[in-house]
């Protein structure tokens, strides 16, 4: 009797799980943790490298996500600081959602402070030819720039202490047949207003607007100008994300405040990157060391491991008759160069470091002894 009551109690427990599993089961396997990716770039001297993007758009102008979905993105994506910066001119979505020009930054600031994200609050002041398109960051109020004339905008931003760029300034829509300097970007610079241009934009790489920005001492900046989700234009499973490097004192809204105002930036796009020398070459030099040769062949040629430990790619071409040579150096990785004779220091070029127009980085690769 008792065995049977045992029995049938079993039984019952039986059903009573089957059928909880049948209403809800849980399936951890499906469930992705976020994670943040580590993006390794040295820093420069006495400055921290920040990554950063100054330029992206949400649902409260021509975007198509909330705004802290932005933060995460970023976070995601191990970026230090970026600045959500939307059309003061553009509210298609108005209709459907409620705020004003400020809203984007408030609703992003909590979820920043979070995922400890440096989130600067931004506007795009946006017109059509001859004016363009130009970022205002660090501003305190954005509803204050939303007035008709343009360079009462562009005031209005300067009166707040705001850096001011000129976005996509070779957009073929704006500039469909030579990108030059426009008339309204040397008003600005002339007033003291302009400040950086962005040499990349989205997909797009406009050399001669290097060349503008060595020339007039301007920032070199690189965004995405993201308007749809990040990972759905960008592989930024196996690659990064376009960004501006800013050199900075610190980390802080302050010290790339300063450091954007003082010039210390460069452009990384896919496997290129454009700056000044004076920054470029620290970043190569920090990320790139060549060890002493382990192995001399019977005509006296060297074999000798050359390490890339940053998550930069360079392409080095041998610029003398100590080496010849070429090789693609990838992200974390070691090549191993064939050279002859003895020398310990190898006049090269890195062909994707851009320090001008037209021109690339020139330097030496110190082999140990």
């Not at 040769?293 to 790619?313: C, E, M, P, W, Y």
């Amino acid at each position: 009797m008792r065995a049977a009551v045992f029995t049938m109690i079993v039984a019952m427990l039986a059903v009573s799980a089957f059928a909880y599993d049948v209403n809800r089961t849980y399936l951890p396997e499906l469930d992705r943790q976020l994670y943040r990716k580590v993006v390794n770039v040295p820093d420069v001297g006495e400055f921290k490298t920040l990554k950063c993007d100054f330029h992206m758009h949400t649902v409260f102008s021509d975007g198509v996500v909330w705004p802290d979905v932005r933060v995460m993105e970023a976070w995601r994506d191990g970026l230090d600081a970026i600045a959500i910066t939307d059309h003061l001119e553009k509210h298609p979505r108005k209709p459907n959602i409620t705020g004003d020009d400020n809203s984007s930054y408030d609703i992003a600031l909590p979820t920043s402070q979070a995922y400890d994200m440096l989130l600067i609050k931004a506007s795009e002041i946006t017109r059509d030819m001859p004016h363009g398109h130009y970022n205002a960051l660090f501003v305190t109020d954005s509803a204050a720039l939303d007035v008709p004339d343009f360079f009462a905008a562009v005031e209005a931003a300067v009166k707040q202490g705001a850096f001011v760029q000129w976005n996509h300034s070779g957009w073929v829509k704006q500039q469909p047949e030579v990108t030059v300097w426009q008339d309204v970007a040397q008003d600005l610079a002339g007033r003291g207003w302009l400040k950086g241009v962005e040499v990349f934009n989205s997909s797009d790489w406009y050399p001669v607007a290097l060349g503008w920005c060595i020339e007039k001492n301007l920032a070199v900046i690189a965004g995405t100008d993201m308007h749809g989700l990040t990972n759905a234009q960008y592989d930024t499973e196996r690659s990064q994300r376009p960004m501006t490097l800013v050199f900075a004192r610190e980390k802080s809204l302050d010290g790339i405040r300063e450091a954007l105002f003082a010039a210390r930036t460069a452009a990384w796009f896919s496997d290129q990157i454009a700056g000044r020398k004076e920054f470029l070459e620290p970043l190569f030099k920090n990320s790139v060391s060549a060890a002493a040769a382990h192995f001399v062949d019977k005509d006296g040629v060297r074999r000798i491991s050359v390490t890339n430990q940053s998550d930069l790619t360079f392409c080095i071409s041998g610029a003398g008759a100590a080496w010849n040579g070429s090789t693609r150096l990838e992200p974390r990785a070691t090549n191993i160069i064939a050279v002859p004779g003895t020398a310990t220091s190898l006049p090269i070029t890195i062909t994707n470091l851009h320090t001008n127009l037209n021109e690339t980085l020139a330097t030496t690769l110190e082999i140990a002894k």
